[in-house]
């Protein structure tokens, strides 16, 4: 059992789980069914993010043993050693680019390695140097759903696939500048460079609302282009995106009481959830 809770935090399962889900949203929308070809891809590129956060716990072991946040992670707790994180990484990214090209060919399987470069070959040391790297970083999230969309048998000329991709590439970076807005203290004293110290935390959270409202209006795109046509699902995005922008419009205001970064990266969690069960289910009908 223990070792089944050390594997799964290696993999960081809640995250590849997520993954997963926005490449099952774009199999879904390419072919508008779901059914049994989806899963060797979606087997695939599971094991290949869990491949890519054993790769990223391996990169990251020296700065994670710095912040209590992470101190207490697999490798830096001394729980499993990083040569073993690295040799379990191997096998799930040969693994998974394997099952993705078994179940969808060679172009899938190559944007699945595409978004293993971008991860761990360029956000991963690109954070170490530049606090806006959650913005070239955020390309990751776009990528997945791009595999989904191939592996459906849609091409990667269709213009919906490019406002698909472009809605899961802009809600990541409010959802990681409120993470930093949470741990800023901590990333600077592991030596990463963090925005909390370049500019003020009112003018974050001034950037977080317009990247916010940026997420509501790419959703709202989504029916406009095509991707969702039932009337149920077009409703339910429009009252998620009106919800969103009026959850976040207190950012724009200077409060007296103590900002809790967590209760909004939470919220837009919840919103994003809502949009992937939507996009998701709505081209069964």
């Given amino acids: 059992m223990d070792k089944l809770k050390l594997l799964l935090e290696i993999n960081k399962v809640r995250i590849t789980f997520a993954v997963t889900l926005t490449m099952l949203a774009g199999y879904a929308l390419a072919k508008n069914a779901i059914d049994t070809g989806v899963i060797l891809?979606?087997?695939?590129?599971?094991?290949?993010?869990?491949?890519?956060?054993?790769?990223?716990?391996?990169?990251?072991?020296?700065?994670?043993?710095?912040?209590?946040?992470?101190?207490?992670?697999?490798?830096?707790?001394?729980?499993?050693?990083?040569?073993?994180v690295l040799f379990i990484s191997f096998i799930e990214i040969i693994l998974g680019t394997y099952l993705i090209y078994l179940g969808s060919g060679f172009l899938a399987a190559q944007l699945?390695?595409?978004?293993?470069?971008?991860?761990?070959?360029?956000?991963?040391?690109?954070?170490?140097?530049?606090?806006?790297?959650?913005?070239?970083?955020?390309?990751?999230?776009?990528?997945?759903?791009?595999?989904?969309?191939?592996a459906g048998g849609g091409s990667l000329t269709d213009p919906?696939?490019?406002?698909?991709?472009?809605?899961?590439f802009v809600w990541q970076v409010?959802?990681?500048?409120?993470?930093?807005?949470?741990?800023?203290?901590?990333?600077?004293?592991?030596?990463?460079?963090?925005?909390?110290?370049?500019?003020?935390?009112?003018?974050?959270?001034?950037?977080?609302?317009?990247?916010?409202?940026?997420?509501?209006?790419?959703?709202?795109?989504?029916?406009?282009?095509?991707?969702?046509?039932?009337?149920?699902?077009?409703m339910i995005i429009i009252i998620a995106a009106v919800w969103l922008v009026a959850v976040f419009a207190p950012l724009l205001q200077k409060e007296k009481k103590e900002f809790n970064p967590f209760y909004y990266f939470m919220r837009i969690n919840y919103f994003v959830l809502v949009m992937i069960l939507s996009l998701s289910i709505d081209p069964l009908f």
Avoid at 49 to 73: F, I, P, S, V, W
Avoid at 120 to 138: D, F
């Fill in 41 to 84: 891809p979606m087997l695939g590129i599971f094991i290949l993010a869990c491949g890519a956060a054993a790769l990223n716990h391996y990169q990251d072991k020296d700065r994670d043993a710095l912040m209590e946040r992470t101190r207490k992670r697999p490798i830096p707790s001394g729980k499993i050693s990083g040569n073993k």
């Fill in 112 to 150: 699945g390695l595409l978004a293993l470069i971008w991860y761990n070959a360029i956000y991963t040391p690109l954070k170490r140097k530049t606090a806006v790297a959650v913005i070239p970083g955020s390309i990751i999230g776009s990528i997945p759903p791009m595999v989904g969309w191939v």
């Fill in 160 to 168: 919906r696939l490019l406002i698909l991709a472009f809605f899961f």
């Fill in 174 to 234: 409010p959802h990681f500048w409120l993470l930093m807005l949470n741990y800023g203290k901590e990333y600077e004293n592991a030596g990463y460079p963090s925005i909390t110290a370049k500019i003020s935390k009112q003018q974050i959270k001034n950037a977080t609302f317009i990247w916010t409202a940026a997420t509501a209006i790419a959703a709202l795109m989504l029916p406009v282009y095509g991707l969702v046509t039932t009337l149920f699902f077009k």
